[in-house]
């Protein structure tokens, strides 16, 4: 497959009842995918908080070697062809 991977809401019961918010981004893209969708509770400007955590952890596992950049840079490749 050669396509863009996008997951379903990543803050659903299922996941959120057994891993973090962070823990589970940094999982979905470890495993592959180009596009976490919901990847935090963001409902008031309080809770935007969440969604600045999920992108440290990302962050941190990058630059940790946990994900390649190469597979960020691919998934950037990816996700700019679809939207052209």
């Not at 050669?2 to 891993?19: C, H, P, Q």
């Amino acid at each position: 497959f050669k396509g863009v991977v996008v997951t379903d809401a990543l803050n659903m019961k299922a996941i959120s009842d057994n891993f973090g918010q962070e823990e589970a981004v940094v999982m979905a893209i470890k495993a592959g995918v180009d596009i976490a969708l919901m990847p935090a509770q963001v409902t008031s400007l309080e809770t935007e908080k969440n969604l600045a955590r999920v992108f440290k952890a990302l962050l941190t596992a990058v630059k940790k070697g946990d994900i390649p950049m190469e597979q960020i840079d691919q998934s950037v490749e990816r996700i700019l062809q679809l939207k052209i």
